[in-house]
Nanobody, 127 residues
Framework: QVQLVESGGGLVQAGGSLRLSCVAS????????MGWFRQAPGKEREFVAA????????DYGDSVKGRFTISRDIAKDTVYLQMNSLKHEDTAVYFC????????????????????WGQGTQVTVSS
């Protein structure tokens, strides 16, 4: 069992930056691929970014490419989402997700591919 806790959300003006963190506990973090998803009111959960357990592979949703960066620090059991050039449409609850994965390269863009989820952190971008 893996527990995930997100932090770093808040209110920011359009064009600003935020860095989200997701700390994992309960099992070794090393073999877990990680993902970030977001959900705005009245909308479906949307893929934001993913990183393989080794860190060699990353993937991004089209709406955030070039603005967001996912990274991980295995020693700290933490995955990060650096968000730059924020837009009003980035406003959502951001969720961290984990999946135990043997492949060094696997990254997933579907919520159904992940087994563990955090409670989410709210990001609000004022226009």
């Amino acid at each position: 069992q893996v527990q995930l806790v997100e932090s770093g959300g808040g209110l920011v003006q359009a064009g600003g930056s935020l860095r989200l963190s997701c700390v994992a506990s309960g099992r070794t973090f090393r073999r877990y691929a990680m993902g970030w998803f977001r959900q705005a009111p009245g909308k479906e959960r949307e893929f934001v970014a993913a990183i393989s357990w080794s860190g060699v592979s990353t993937d991004y949703g089209d709406s955030v490419k070039g603005r967001f960066t996912i990274s991980r620090d295995i020693a700290k059991d933490t995955v990060y989402l650096q968000m730059n050039s924020l837009k009003h449409e980035d406003t959502a609850v951001y969720f961290c997700a984990a999946r135990r994965e043997a492949s060094d390269y696997w990254v997933g863009g579907l919520a159904s591919e992940y087994s563990y989820w955090g409670q989410g952190t709210q990001v609000t971008v004022s226009s």
